[in-house]
């Protein structure tokens, strides 16, 4: 069983809209949790980390629920320039081993 | 940004040939990581070190070698090069915050082509 796993996708989302995209990890004694952002062909850079209360930043948010091992992120109004690839990471403490998912891929479509 | 650099940024090298990418970090940090990304797999440990000459295996270290003298510098060695290994390679850091979690910062990339 992978560590982490998240829908690929790709969603198409026209601009304005409202998407969400959930992700699933597997080890119950996971520590810390982000989103990070992928341009293509760019290094993944950070977008937000993920705390057990949930978080804002603009017009993203996320969740985590510990219970049921799930994270979140949900991007408002979508902008063009939010098209990318998002990437659901699960840092353990032990060797401080960062766990990526594969991506799920987002266009905003004009 | 965080003060990450690779170099090459590009390579193209024949199958049996030894190949050393270099990652170069100004943070200080301790950790440092190395993975490649390639479609349908996402990001996948090779390496990665947790101090001076300290090192270990990730999922996916066959045919990989480490090395770290220096904080700053973690080489990544390809010791006879093969197709399988046409990938992008990143490079990671991980800083302690202040509320003692870690995050991870990368590297531009090293794009391998092995022919």
């Known amino acids: 069983r992978k560590e982490v796993e998240q829908d690929p996708g790709p969603f198409n989302v026209p601009e304005g809209a409202t998407v969400a995209f959930n992700c699933t990890y597997s080890n119950s004694a996971s520590q810390s949790f982000f989103w990070y952002r992928q341009d293509c062909r760019k290094e993944p850079k950070l977008l937000m980390s993920?705390?057990?209360s949930g978080n804002e930043d603009g017009r993203f948010t996320a969740q985590l629920n510990r219970a049921s091992q799930y994270i979140s992120l949900l991007i408002r109004d979508s902008k063009l320039s939010d098209s990318a690839t998002y990437l659901c990471v699960v840092n353990t403490i032990s060797g401080n081993q960062f766990y990526f998912g594969t991506g799920t891929s987002l266009t905003v479509i004009p | 940004d965080a003060g990450i650099t690779q170099s090459p940024r590009h390579k193209v090298t024949e199958t049996g040939t030894p190949v050393t990418l270099r990652c170069h970090q100004t943070e200080n940090h301790r950790y440092m990581y190395w993975y490649r990304q390639d479609p349908g797999h996402g990001l996948r440990l090779i390496h990665y070190s947790y101090g001076v000459k300290d090192t270990d295996k990730g999922e996916v270290s066959d045919g990989y070698s480490v090395s770290r003298s220096k904080t700053e510098d973690f080489l990544l060695t390809l010791e006879s090069a093969t197709s399988s290994q046409t990938s992008v390679y990143f490079c990671?850091?991980?800083?302690?915050?202040?509320?003692?979690?870690?995050?991870?910062?990368f590297g531009p990339g090293t794009r391998l082509t092995v022919t």
């Open positions: 990671a850091i991980s800083g302690q915050l202040a509320g003692g979690s870690y995050e991870q910062y």
């Open positions: 993920v705390y057990s």
